[in-house]
């Protein structure tokens, strides 16, 4: 009997290490001076410094992939959010025909692999001069935020009453007043929480970002830090820094919403 | 609406149209002169007979079953456990969340550092156990180069499978238990009869979820092995890629695109005929 009280607790501490576990030591060697990385690892600080952070500054420029992967997702979240919101509205309310079918195509179109439209996607963007431009990745970075964004605001919005609207109708509002009056400002912690997982996704995207730049001036910050390894030797210690300042603006956005992002991911999944 | 529908039509169903009409042709962009023939269905047949894309059709369908299978398991292992526990719900959130909104290649890099050189820490870990006599060098073997692939995924996903079966869980009405309690039926009994056929859903969508997933793997793979030793970790995803952005082969890289393309779409079409069942039934 003792031993099943314990065991969800133990499950839980195990999560939790396992998580943080990679992560902890990433953050750890980020701070170690490099000859120390391999010799001896150990869980417990020692002899910390900030080499590899300035390095990656003055050395590699990093603040280049870092300004075009904030104007690459930036740029994509804003347009999906404005657009997707209202084709997501009308998926909500209007009752049109071929609507389950148009909702199943964009789910659909937000599975595909990515991998299957890179040769047309590379051709497109080479025939229009757009490789290696930001507009060359934003394009393509709608294949996928689009679906996902639109996906998600038809949840949010079904969870609002329609007699909201209703009211504001009967009372002489048009249909988009009332989406604007009525309908944005409820459905504000909805549009937030879609906006970031669309900046997550977008900020994290790799393949599509690797295939259509073609040198550092236009890298995302994970092409970048996948590029990073030399010809003779990995600089792993500027490579977690990196990976180190990646990763912080993401997870502190997700830590700081993790409630209403944990009821979207699972309502895109389980629930529709 | 019709502008969003507009961009969707144009940045994904035109792209594929064009895909497929690329596939049916011999375009090398390293050989121009040669031009772009009409050569029908040779490109995919010429995929049948080469071993390279056999091998990864064969890598990502073993990392896929070995990755998902662990994913799963653990997964509901965990879902039950946290289930019961009334603390720490905040703390689970965020140790699921992390591993997720970190970039893959950020994630795959991590697991190739630890997993680095003959003093790493994970051979270092395992010395100081007694697993091991010898440091492995884990990136010089098939066998042990999958090693890192498939935790690095593991721990990425996990987390969130347990999230989806947990919602599945906390749906299940607690009276059932109360009554097969009461009819005396052990806590095996309790899972194997009540848990499981009412979780079947939620474990039915994880799962393909998850294997949609891994079977696009690419970002993974590219940072942690780069594909290698030669190319016995290349997924379908990366030799489709190295086909047509390092090789310029691209009717023969369009050919294998739509390969992948008809492979997930086939698995999508499960996933969307499950979803639209809870989608009319969900409408008002």
């Known amino acids: 009997m003792k031993g099943r009280k314990l065991w969800p607790a133990v499950a839980l501490?195990?999560?939790?290490?396992?998580?943080?576990?990679?992560?902890?030591?990433?953050?750890?060697?980020?701070?170690?001076?490099?000859?120390?990385?391999?010799?001896?690892?150990?869980?417990?600080?020692?002899?910390?410094?900030?080499?590899?952070?300035?390095?990656?500054?003055?050395?590699?420029?990093?603040?280049?992939?870092?300004r075009n992967?904030?104007?690459?997702?930036?740029?994509?979240?804003?347009?999906?959010?404005?657009?997707?919101?209202?084709?997501?509205?009308?998926?909500?309310?209007?009752?049109?025909?071929?609507?389950?079918?148009?909702?199943?195509?964009?789910?659909?179109?937000?599975?595909?692999?990515?991998?299957?439209?890179?040769s047309p996607l590379y051709m497109l963007l080479r025939f229009l001069g757009l490789i290696n431009t930001y507009p060359g990745l934003i394009l393509p970075y709608l294949t996928f935020a689009m679906p996902l964004t639109v996906w998600l605001l038809v949840g949010f919005f079904r969870q609002l009453p329609a007699e909201l609207e209703?009211?504001?109708?009967?009372?002489?509002?048009?249909?988009?007043?009332?989406?604007?009056?009525?309908?944005?400002?409820?459905?504000?912690?909805?549009?937030?929480?879609?906006?970031?997982?669309?900046?997550?996704?977008?900020?994290?995207?790799?393949?599509?970002?690797?295939?259509?730049?073609?040198?550092?001036?236009?890298?995302t910050v994970p092409v970048a830090i996948a590029l990073f390894r030399g010809m003779y030797q990995v600089p792993w210690g500027q490579i977690l820094a990196a990976a180190v300042i990646a990763t912080a603006p993401v997870t502190l956005l997700v830590l700081a919403f993790q409630r209403r992002i944990v009821q979207g991911l699972t309502a895109g999944a389980v629930k529709g | 609406?019709?502008?969003?529908?507009?961009?969707?039509?144009?940045?994904?169903?035109?792209?594929?149209?064009?895909?497929?009409?690329?596939?049916?042709?011999?375009?090398?962009?390293?050989?121009?002169?040669?031009?772009?023939?009409?050569?029908?269905?040779?490109?995919?047949?010429?995929?049948?007979?080469?071993?390279?894309?056999?091998?990864?059709?064969?890598?990502?369908?073993?990392?896929?079953?070995?990755?998902?299978?662990?994913?799963?398991?653990?997964?509901?292992?965990?879902?039950?456990?946290?289930?019961?526990?009334?603390?720490?719900?905040?703390?689970v959130r965020a140790a699921v969340l992390v591993p997720w909104a970190i970039p893959t290649v950020v994630s795959a890099l991590l697991w190739r550092f630890m997993f680095e050189g003959q003093t790493g820490i994970v051979n270092a870990a395992?010395?100081?156990?007694?697993?091991?006599?010898?440091?492995?060098?884990?990136?010089?073997?098939?066998?042990?180069?999958?090693?890192?692939?498939?935790?690095?995924?593991?721990?990425?996903?996990?987390?969130?499978?347990?999230?989806?079966?947990?919602a599945g869980l906390q749906n299940i009405d607690a009276s059932l238990y109360e009554a097969a309690r009461i009819d005396g039926a052990s806590a095996w009994r309790q899972f194997r009869h009540v848990t499981l056929p009412l979780l079947k859903p939620a474990i039915l969508v994880a799962l393909i979820f998850r294997t949609l997933d891994a079977f696009r793997v690419f970002d993974l793979i590219y940072a942690l092995t780069g594909g290698g030793p030669g190319t016995s970790t290349e997924p379908i995803a990366l030799y489709t890629f190295n086909a047509l952005l390092q090789n310029l082969q691209f009717g023969y890289g369009s050919a294998l695109s739509v390969i992948v393309f008809l492979v997930t779409f086939g698995l999508a079409m499960v996933y969307i005929r499950f979803l639209g069942a809870e989608l009319t039934g969900s409408r008002r």
């Open chain 2, 1 to 91: 609406m019709a502008p969003a529908f507009l961009t969707i039509l144009l940045v994904a169903l035109f792209p594929l149209a064009w895909t497929f009409w690329e596939s049916l042709h011999l375009h090398d962009l390293r050989m121009p002169w040669l031009g772009r023939p009409f050569v029908g269905l040779n490109n995919y047949i010429d995929a049948i007979g080469d071993p390279r894309f056999r091998g990864a059709l064969y890598h990502t369908l073993f990392f896929a079953a070995a990755s998902v299978t662990l994913e799963l398991v653990i997964g509901l292992w965990l879902a039950l456990a946290l289930n019961r526990a009334f603390r720490g719900r905040g703390l």
């Open chain 2, 126 to 166: 395992l010395l100081d156990l007694g697993v091991i006599g010898e440091p492995i060098v884990w990136f010089i073997q098939p066998e042990t180069a999958w090693v890192p692939v498939i935790l690095a995924d593991v721990w990425k996903t996990t987390p969130f499978v347990a999230l989806l079966l947990l």
């Open chain 1, 166 to 219: 209703e009211a504001a109708m009967v009372d002489g509002a048009s249909r988009l007043r009332a989406f604007g009056e009525v309908i944005i400002p409820l459905a504000l912690p909805g549009l937030a929480t879609t906006a970031i997982l669309t900046f997550v996704y977008s900020w994290n995207e790799f393949l599509f970002a690797l295939s259509f730049t073609l040198g550092p001036e236009r890298q």
């Open chain 1, 13 to 66: 501490v195990l999560l939790v290490l396992a998580s943080a576990l990679p992560f902890y030591w990433a953050v750890l060697a980020s701070f170690t001076p490099e000859a120390r990385l391999f010799r001896g690892p150990s869980l417990v600080p020692g002899e910390l410094v900030l080499e590899h952070y300035r390095a990656l500054f003055t050395q590699r420029n990093f603040w280049i992939p870092i």
């Open chain 1, 69 to 118: 992967s904030l104007i690459v997702a930036g740029t994509t979240t804003a347009f999906c959010v404005a657009v997707g919101a209202l084709c997501a509205y009308a998926l909500a309310r209007l009752e049109f025909r071929g609507k389950l079918p148009l909702l199943g195509f964009i789910l659909a179109v937000g599975m595909f692999p990515q991998i299957s439209v890179v």
